[in-house]
């Protein structure tokens, strides 16, 4: 791995490249699988057991760190002396909206990770839209929420980079550069909000990770990643961050145009994963759609983790108690009810 100044053209011409499979004569995820696997099979042994905690809350106020608390318990999270970067949705703001992950979560789950034994818990975005970090931080309340409980804000935009080559091929990109604070967390949670995406059906804790991306590297909003086909970059993505566990907030998410132009749908619920995929595959069947239908997510169960509901452990409240159908995006032909 390397500090070495960024050649944005190199990476130009290999987004380029893979972008030809995202848009010439309109090729789906599916219509490009290929045999062998387009990953390293000795980087992704076949994917184990998964378990997922499903808590209802109804509010962001109240006992929150509790009930985060207990959702990291239930999935046996081990955070003891780790050192842990937040991966929060933070990608836009509208005070009339849900787009991101409610700051009062965010808070409430840096102390619960101290009370596991955390040695240090930082939260770190790479907002896509706005460049202004300090606004958007300020505006949305995560200002306040971390200066609350003494946590620090990293902002992954600006922070110093590291070359990480792919162990996986479904862009031509070969490498991403990476946020040295990604790279060196102990432990990476990503923290998505529940929303629906006009390009990608569903918007959860592995889409979420595009965020981990610098904009100055990737540009705004990560056009690069675009070009190389969104799918195929979350597929890259989450191969090459492989955060290690998945809270997803779904007290207030997003239905509709999502994920910025939505409406705000109520669903009185977190999701606790110690598998992204697995967290992913609960998330949208919450949500009512079938997660066989999302094509990014049947990827990620042959490599990445645990999508088959017979080795996903369920934890907590009874997933279909909670299910609340989201309303589709618009262009979310390729999602189905469940």
């Keep these: 791995m390397s500090n070495r100044p960024v050649d944005r053209r190199t990476i130009l011409r290999g987004a380029v490249a893979g972008g030809v499979i995202a848009t010439a004569g309109g090729l789906g995820l599916r219509a490009m699988l290929r045999e062998p696997p387009p ?106 929420a971390l200066a609350g409980v003494e946590a620090p804000f990293v902002d992954l935009n600006l922070a110093g980079i590291q070359r990480v080559s792919l162990r996986s091929r479904y862009t031509d990109l070969g490498a991403l550069w990476l946020p040295t604070p990604v790279v060196e967390a102990d432990v990476v949670i990503s923290m998505p909000k529940m929303k629906t995406h006009h390009w990608a059906g569903v918007t959860l804790s592995l889409k979420n990770l595009f965020g981990t991306l610098p904009g100055r590297v990737y540009g705004w909003p990560k056009n690069i990643l675009h070009w190389a086909g969104i799918e195929q970059s979350i597929l890259d993505i989450a191969a090459a961050v492989r955060p290690s566990y998945a809270i997803i907030d779904g007290i207030v998410g997003m239905e509709g145009n999502g994920p910025i132009s939505g409406t705000s749908v109520g669903s009185g619920l977190l999701v606790f994963a110690d598998d992204p995929v697995a967290a992913d595959s609960i998330g949208a069947s919450l949500m009512g759609f079938d997660p066989e239908q999302i094509a990014y997510l049947a990827e990620a169960n042959r490599f990445l983790g645990q999508a088959d509901p017979a080795r996903i452990e369920q934890r907590g409240e009874d997933p279909g108690r909670l299910t609340r159908a989201f309303s589709p995006p618009p262009l979310g032909d390729g999602i189905t009810a469940g």
């Design 39 to 144: 990953w390293d099979e000795a980087a992704f042994p076949p994917p184990g057991d998964a378990h997922v905690a499903v808590l209802a809350a109804t509010d962001y106020e109240g006992s929150l760190e509790t009930t985060v608390f207990d959702g990291l318990r239930s999935i046996d999270a081990d955070i003891e002396g780790a050192n842990v970067l937040l991966k929060p949705n933070l990608v836009e703001f509208d005070p009339t909206t849900a787009i991101n992950t409610e700051p009062r979560l965010i808070a409430a789950t840096i102390l619960a990770l101290r009370r596991l034994g955390a040695a240090s818990v930082r939260v770190g975005e790479a907002p896509g839209h706005r460049r202004d970090v300090q606004d958007i931080i300020t505006r949305s309340g995560l200002a306040d």
